[in-house]
């Protein structure tokens, strides 16, 4: 057995060895110079984020944080490259380097900000619970007799799971994508679906038939989206926030508001 350990601890060394050299060099390396020279920066998603980010019928990739990265990274010449990837696995994804940015409908959070360095917020959301049109539920304390469902990694998850006293459910049900919890909630086998109010409302909008409610609790604090990046990325960071500002200024973040949520968006551009 002693032999067997002093062959596997060298390796066991090894690993945690590469896992503290790929943190230190997230946190400490600034990659601008290699996303200019590439003339492309690449984006992790979750693809069936709507409104956010999501492939349409035709397999065409949309979405509002499409339509503005974009533009941001329009104003350096740089082209994004959108990569999806298991939302759960979004910080390593980021950390290894097969992401530069995590930029899908992404909240900050406590949590998150001691892994990810975030741009200026440019989106308010809140989590809602989403039920069936014809269910016995009408408030948040109602969920403590049935099963909710949101996704994993998702800032509703953390919220849910953080030092919060306002929705207790009997049983929670993690999914890979949203779209599956709204399987299941169809089919009865939860109740609730605990998601951003972004993507409840949009969906429910375009729905052909009005199958869901959404219920809201002044308690749940709001969410601000923004994009999160490796803390070593301090260039990448100004040149996000300098170019949010730029399209603040000459209307175009204004425009991409009315256009995926309407005149009444919650635009934080004022």
């Not at 990837?85 to 910080?91: A, E, G, L, P």
């Not at 609730?192 to 109010?197: F, N, T």
């Not at 219920?215 to 960071?237: Q, Y």
């Not at 209307?251 to 991409?256: A, D, F, N, P």
């Amino acid at each position: 057995m002693k032999k067997i350990w002093m062959i596997i601890l060298p390796f066991l060394l090894l690993g945690l060895t590469g896992c503290e050299s790929v943190q230190k060099r997230a946190n400490t390396q600034d990659t601008w110079s290699k996303i200019e020279k590439k003339k492309q920066v690449v984006v992790g998603l979750d693809d069936s984020f709507v409104p956010m980010g999501f492939v349409k019928k035709n397999g065409q990739l949309t979405g509002y944080d499409v339509d503005l990265a974009r533009e941001v990274f329009k104003q350096y010449g740089i082209k994004v490259s959108f990569q999806t990837i298991d939302w759960s696995m979004n910080v390593t994804e980021l950390r290894n380097g097969t992401i530069d940015l995590i930029w899908n409908g992404y909240s900050e959070t406590p949590q998150r900000k001691e892994k990810v360095a975030f741009s200026r917020p440019y989106l308010r959301n809140e989590q809602v619970l989403v039920v069936k049109r014809n269910s016995p539920i009408h408030n948040f304390s109602q969920m403590k007799n049935y099963d909710l469902g949101m996704q994993t990694g998702s800032t509703a998850q953390q919220w849910y799971e953080g030092k919060q006293n306002v929705l207790h459910a009997k049983n929670v049900v993690l999914y890979d994508q949203i779209p599956n919890s709204f399987l299941d909630l169809n089919a009865g086998r939860i109740k609730g679906i605990l998601l951003d109010e972004v993507y409840a409302n949009y969906y429910i909008a375009h729905m052909t038939k009005e199958n869901y409610r959404v219920i809201e609790n002044p308690k749940v604090p709001a969410d601000m989206f923004a994009v999160g990046m490796r803390k070593g990325d301090k260039t990448l960071r100004e040149k996000i926030n300098q170019g949010l500002i730029n399209l603040q200024k000459n209307g175009k973040l204004k425009e991409l508001n009315e256009k995926w949520f309407g005149k009444n968006s919650n635009y934080l551009g004022e």
